[in-house]
């Protein structure tokens, strides 16, 4: 397997000089994070053995979100807060995509234009569901935003899981339906319509070639169990896999990608500062959340999710219990479990001993 930090050290310099000023500080700080992740340059931590006392050293991870190795435990804490919501009612899968012509507008405001990007795909989807006959009520969704293509190119969209539900607060009535969600092309026009509102109304000009027909995309998903563990494999992990990345030499990178509708996976081999360039461009602004939940699935409804949950006998618990536990650091000597005893140590000379016991991808973040 090819390390992303490898990478890092080969073509950091090609990078600096191709991109030079247009490198935003956000990205300059995930390069150095993914450059000494997991390194001999990472701050050390000491791990203990509670049965035989033996200690050992093991370095950092950088903890940064775009990390393909890091914040495993992070990411299956958001899929087990997100499965103990389930409500009865099926799950659908919206995907609200923002046009090209509108791209490099989003990419100059970033911080401004993805925060309405997953307002306006949210309020979206509440407008449809207070006037559909069947539901009348409050919706509820988990939104995550993402900038990225499997082509690893700008293309900045939002995901929705959404109960085909509603809470009526006057009545205090549940409603739910089934088989069929909402109309794709209504959603994309009043989707088109609120996004674009939003734009004029941070003064933006629009650029020419802005089409009348967006794409959203609503599916089936059941009990949304299996959208919610794809959203989540890329939510804190990075935007590509270092498995999947299969080759780096003659100054090129050659990585690999499921194609959506062909199933197979294809492969795309760019310079090494253009294959840089692509992974840091979607490094999000500091402090942006790109995960939200709204509506009765917001963190402030746990009260109501639980009185739905016993009223129809739902047991999350069930759902949770198959994800798999945090990997355990063990003790070479024995086998025991390790725990950490001391955090932030600086980094040892090349000759010391450092022996993670973990594989890169399984060692504990701190």
């Not at 310099?13 to 700080?29: F, N, S, V």
């Not at 999947?244 to 310079?271: M, S």
Request: charged content about 20%; overall charge positive.
């Amino acid at each position: 397997m090819i390390l992303l930090s490898a990478i890092i050290a080969t073509f950091e310099a090609d990078y600096r000089a191709a991109y030079g000023e247009t490198i935003l500080p956000g990205q300059l700080k995930a390069l150095q994070a993914l450059k000494s992740c997991r390194t001999s340059a990472s701050p050390l931590m000491r791990a203990q053995c509670g049965d035989c006392g033996h200690t050992q050293l093991v370095p950092h991870s950088c903890g940064h979100r775009a990390c393909p190795h890091c914040q495993h435990h992070e990411s299956q804490q958001w899929l087990e807060r997100q499965l103990a919501k389930q409500v009865p009612a099926t799950y659908f899968l919206l995907t609200l995509t923002v046009p090209a012509a509108l791209r490099a507008l989003v990419w100059a405001n970033q911080q401004t234009l993805y925060d309405h990007l997953i307002r306006a795909s949210w309020e979206t989807v509440r407008t449809f569901v207070r006037n559909d006959t069947q539901l009348q009520g409050e919706a509820g969704a988990i939104a995550v935003l993402h900038t990225h293509s499997r082509r690893l190119d700008f293309h900045p969209h939002v995901h929705l899981v959404v109960p085909a539900a509603a809470i009526d607060p006057d009545k205090k009535r549940w409603r739910a339906k089934r088989g069929y969600l909402f109309n794709h092309k209504a959603l994309a026009k009043v989707f088109r319509a609120k996004l674009l509102a939003a734009i004029a109304a941070e003064g933006l000009a629009l650029p020419a070639g802005v089409p009348g027909a967006w794409v959203v995309d609503c599916k089936n998903v059941g009990r949304g169990e299996k959208a919610l563990l794809y959203l989540g494999r890329y939510l804190y992990r990075g935007v590509i896999r270092e498995k999947d990345i299969l080759a780096c030499e003659n100054g090129q990178v050659t990585f690999r990608y499921r194609h959506a509708k062909r199933k197979r996976f294809e492969y795309r081999t760019l310079p090494g500062a253009r294959f840089l360039a692509l992974v840091l461009r979607h490094v999000l602004p500091k402090g942006f959340r790109r995960a939200r939940n709204f509506g009765f699935l917001h963190p402030n409804s746990k009260r109501a999710i639980a009185v739905l949950q016993w009223l129809f006998g739902l047991d999350p618990k069930r759902l949770i219990a198959h994800l798999k536990p945090r990997p355990r650091l063990a003790c070479p000597c024995c086998g025991a479990d390790m725990v950490i005893v001391q955090t932030g140590l600086p980094p040892q000379p090349p000759r010391a001993s450092v022996i993670p016991n973990l594989a890169a991808s399984e060692t504990p973040v701190m």
